[in-house]
Protein backbone atom coordinates (compact mmCIF):
# COMPACT_ATOMS: atom_id res chain seq x y z
CA UNK A 1 0.00 0.00 0.00
CA UNK A 2 1.14 3.45 -0.60
CA UNK A 3 3.02 5.39 2.05
CA UNK A 4 1.16 8.94 2.26
CA UNK A 5 4.41 10.75 3.59
CA UNK A 6 1.97 13.87 3.92
CA UNK A 7 0.15 12.57 6.65
CA UNK A 8 2.96 10.88 8.25
CA UNK A 9 4.87 14.02 8.47
CA UNK A 10 1.74 15.59 10.04
CA UNK A 11 1.65 12.83 12.51
CA UNK A 12 5.06 13.23 13.60
CA UNK A 13 4.34 17.20 13.65
CA UNK A 14 1.59 16.31 15.94
CA UNK A 15 3.56 13.82 17.95
CA UNK A 16 6.76 16.04 18.10
CA UNK A 17 4.13 19.71 19.22
CA UNK A 18 2.54 17.30 22.19
CA UNK A 19 6.30 16.26 23.31
CA UNK A 20 7.46 19.80 23.73
CA UNK A 21 4.20 21.41 24.71
CA UNK A 22 2.33 19.03 26.67
CA UNK A 23 3.47 19.65 30.05
CA UNK A 24 3.21 23.41 29.27
CA UNK A 25 -0.61 22.96 28.43
CA UNK A 26 -0.92 20.68 31.61
CA UNK A 27 0.47 24.20 34.03
CA UNK A 28 -1.62 26.57 32.04
CA UNK A 29 -4.66 24.39 32.90
CA UNK A 30 -3.72 23.83 36.49
CA UNK A 31 -2.96 27.75 36.75
CA UNK A 32 -6.69 28.12 35.43
CA UNK A 33 -8.00 25.58 38.01
CA UNK A 34 -5.92 27.22 41.15
CA UNK A 35 -9.02 28.85 42.84
CA UNK A 36 -10.75 25.67 42.96
CA UNK A 37 -8.42 22.74 43.76
CA UNK A 38 -5.10 24.57 44.55
CA UNK A 39 -2.01 24.63 41.57
CA UNK A 40 0.28 23.28 43.22
CA UNK A 41 -1.60 19.80 43.82
CA UNK A 42 -3.48 19.37 40.32
CA UNK A 43 0.01 20.61 38.70
CA UNK A 44 2.16 18.01 40.41
CA UNK A 45 -0.50 14.98 39.92
CA UNK A 46 -1.18 16.27 35.74
CA UNK A 47 2.88 16.40 35.31
CA UNK A 48 2.75 12.80 36.68
CA UNK A 49 0.15 11.76 34.91
CA UNK A 50 1.48 13.35 31.48
CA UNK A 51 4.62 11.74 32.29
CA UNK A 52 3.43 8.33 32.88
CA UNK A 53 1.19 8.18 29.70
CA UNK A 54 4.23 9.22 27.70
CA UNK A 55 6.49 6.56 29.13
CA UNK A 56 3.74 3.92 28.87
CA UNK A 57 2.81 5.34 24.99
CA UNK A 58 6.98 4.94 24.01
CA UNK A 59 6.75 1.16 25.48
CA UNK A 60 4.19 0.10 23.03
CA UNK A 61 5.01 2.44 20.05
CA UNK A 62 8.74 0.68 20.03
CA UNK A 63 6.78 -2.62 20.92
CA UNK A 64 4.81 -2.02 17.69
CA UNK A 65 7.85 -1.29 15.56
CA UNK A 66 9.49 -4.15 16.79
CA UNK A 67 7.26 -6.88 17.14
CA UNK A 68 4.86 -5.60 14.25
CA UNK A 69 1.19 -7.69 15.02
CA UNK A 70 2.44 -9.44 18.17
CA UNK A 71 1.97 -6.28 19.65
CA UNK A 72 -1.27 -5.60 18.86
CA UNK A 73 -3.04 -6.93 21.85
CA UNK A 74 -0.69 -4.43 24.08
CA UNK A 75 -1.44 -1.38 22.15
CA UNK A 76 -4.96 -2.16 22.43
CA UNK A 77 -5.08 -2.53 25.60
CA UNK A 78 -3.44 1.00 26.12
CA UNK A 79 -5.58 2.72 23.78
CA UNK A 80 -8.88 0.90 26.28
CA UNK A 81 -7.02 2.19 29.13
CA UNK A 82 -6.43 5.75 28.16
CA UNK A 83 -9.80 6.46 26.02
CA UNK A 84 -9.94 10.32 25.40
CA UNK A 85 -5.84 10.92 25.69
CA UNK A 86 -3.78 12.14 23.26
CA UNK A 87 -1.32 9.31 23.33
CA UNK A 88 -4.76 7.27 23.04
CA UNK A 89 -5.50 8.64 19.58
CA UNK A 90 -1.63 8.93 18.45
CA UNK A 91 -0.83 4.62 19.47
CA UNK A 92 -4.40 3.76 17.43
CA UNK A 93 -2.71 5.93 13.83
CA UNK A 94 0.31 3.71 14.98
CA UNK A 95 -1.69 0.59 15.42
CA UNK A 96 -3.76 1.13 12.11
CA UNK A 97 -0.40 1.93 9.66
CA UNK A 98 0.75 -1.35 11.22
CA UNK A 99 -2.26 -3.32 10.89
CA UNK A 100 -2.43 -2.09 7.25
CA UNK A 101 0.95 -3.49 6.50
CA UNK A 102 0.15 -6.73 7.83
CA UNK A 103 -2.94 -7.26 5.87
CA UNK A 104 -5.59 -6.62 8.77
CA UNK A 105 -7.63 -4.14 7.29
CA UNK A 106 -10.59 -4.53 9.97
CA UNK A 107 -8.01 -4.00 13.06
CA UNK A 108 -6.94 -0.32 10.69
CA UNK A 109 -10.37 0.50 10.20
CA UNK A 110 -11.71 -0.26 13.64
CA UNK A 111 -8.75 1.93 14.84
CA UNK A 112 -9.09 4.84 12.48
CA UNK A 113 -12.76 5.13 12.96
CA UNK A 114 -12.16 5.79 16.75
CA UNK A 115 -10.14 8.29 16.20
CA UNK A 116 -11.96 10.12 13.24
CA UNK A 117 -14.96 10.11 15.26
CA UNK A 118 -14.02 10.09 18.63
CA UNK A 119 -10.38 11.80 18.87
CA UNK A 120 -8.76 14.87 19.67
CA UNK A 121 -9.39 17.55 17.02
CA UNK A 122 -5.17 17.42 15.65
CA UNK A 123 -5.89 13.89 14.63
CA UNK A 124 -9.31 13.58 13.86
CA UNK A 125 -9.29 14.36 10.07
CA UNK A 126 -5.75 12.94 9.21
CA UNK A 127 -7.93 9.38 10.60
CA UNK A 128 -10.82 11.08 8.39
CA UNK A 129 -8.76 11.05 5.45
CA UNK A 130 -7.19 7.45 5.98
CA UNK A 131 -10.12 5.51 6.54
CA UNK A 132 -11.53 6.98 3.37
CA UNK A 133 -8.88 5.22 1.51
CA UNK A 134 -9.05 2.24 3.17
CA UNK A 135 -13.22 1.96 2.58
CA UNK A 136 -12.50 2.50 -0.98
CA UNK A 137 -10.02 -0.19 -1.16
CA UNK A 138 -12.45 -2.59 0.52
CA UNK A 139 -15.24 -1.84 -2.36
CA UNK A 140 -17.26 1.10 -0.13
CA UNK A 141 -16.66 3.82 -2.38
CA UNK A 142 -19.65 5.80 -0.74
CA UNK A 143 -19.03 4.92 2.62
CA UNK A 144 -16.02 6.72 1.92
CA UNK A 145 -17.16 9.57 0.06
CA UNK A 146 -19.69 9.84 2.81
CA UNK A 147 -16.57 9.93 5.10
CA UNK A 148 -14.80 12.51 3.10
CA UNK A 149 -17.81 14.67 3.45
CA UNK A 150 -17.57 14.47 7.49
CA UNK A 151 -13.83 16.72 6.83
CA UNK A 152 -14.69 20.31 6.66
CA UNK A 153 -11.20 21.65 8.02
CA UNK A 154 -9.63 23.84 5.08
CA UNK A 155 -6.07 22.92 5.80
CA UNK A 156 -7.52 19.42 4.51
CA UNK A 157 -9.51 20.38 1.58
CA UNK A 158 -6.52 19.61 -1.10
CA UNK A 159 -6.28 15.79 0.44
CA UNK A 160 -10.02 15.43 0.34
CA UNK A 161 -10.45 16.35 -3.02
CA UNK A 162 -7.46 14.62 -4.32
CA UNK A 163 -9.32 11.21 -2.46
CA UNK A 164 -12.23 12.02 -3.46
CA UNK A 165 -10.58 12.26 -7.09
CA UNK A 166 -9.19 9.23 -6.57
CA UNK A 167 -12.09 7.05 -5.61
CA UNK A 168 -14.23 8.67 -8.17
CA UNK A 169 -11.51 7.66 -10.76
CA UNK A 170 -11.80 3.95 -9.73
CA UNK A 171 -15.54 4.34 -10.06
CA UNK A 172 -15.35 5.02 -13.82
CA UNK A 173 -16.58 8.77 -13.41
CA UNK A 174 -13.40 10.59 -14.97
CA UNK A 175 -15.16 13.90 -15.31
CA UNK A 176 -15.71 14.43 -11.58
CA UNK A 177 -12.67 12.91 -10.72
CA UNK A 178 -10.98 15.23 -12.84
CA UNK A 179 -13.31 17.83 -11.48
CA UNK A 180 -11.96 16.78 -7.74
CA UNK A 181 -8.08 16.96 -8.64
CA UNK A 182 -8.87 20.29 -10.22
CA UNK A 183 -10.29 21.25 -6.85
CA UNK A 184 -7.06 19.63 -5.07
CA UNK A 185 -4.85 21.82 -7.23
CA UNK A 186 -6.72 25.04 -6.71
CA UNK A 187 -6.50 24.20 -2.91
CA UNK A 188 -2.77 24.02 -2.94
CA UNK A 189 -2.68 20.22 -3.50
CA UNK A 190 0.22 20.04 -6.16
CA UNK A 191 2.64 22.02 -3.28
CA UNK A 192 2.02 18.97 -0.73
CA UNK A 193 1.47 15.84 -2.95
CA UNK A 194 3.98 15.33 -5.80
CA UNK A 195 1.70 12.51 -7.28
CA UNK A 196 -1.10 15.03 -8.35
CA UNK A 197 0.28 16.77 -11.14
CA UNK A 198 0.63 12.77 -12.22
CA UNK A 199 -3.20 11.99 -11.87
CA UNK A 200 -3.94 15.44 -13.40
CA UNK A 201 -1.25 15.23 -16.67
CA UNK A 202 -2.55 11.57 -17.26
CA UNK A 203 -6.36 12.30 -16.65
CA UNK A 204 -5.53 15.36 -19.45
CA UNK A 205 -3.67 12.81 -21.69
CA UNK A 206 -7.08 10.12 -21.85
CA UNK A 207 -9.21 12.97 -22.67
CA UNK A 208 -7.21 14.26 -25.48
CA UNK A 209 -6.72 10.81 -26.75
CA UNK A 210 -10.80 9.98 -26.51
CA UNK A 211 -11.13 13.17 -28.75
CA UNK A 212 -8.59 12.17 -31.29
CA UNK A 213 -10.59 8.91 -31.72
CA UNK A 214 -13.96 10.93 -31.64
CA UNK A 215 -12.28 12.68 -34.61
CA UNK A 216 -10.86 9.88 -36.32
Do not use: C
Not at 8 to 32: L, M, Y
Not at 49 to 58: D, G, I, M, V
Not at 172 to 194: F, H, I
Request: charged share 25%.
Amino acid sequence: MEVYTTEEQQVEAIKSWWKENGSSIVIGTAIGLAGLFGWRWYNNHQLETQQSLSAQYSVVSEALAKDGDKAFGQVESFIKGNEGASYADLASLELASAAVNAGKLDVAIAQLSRVADKGDASVQNIAGVRLARLLAEQGKADDALARLDKIKDDGFKAQVAEVRGDILLAQGKREQARDAYQAAADAGGLQSSPVLRMKMDDMAQGAAAGDVKTDA
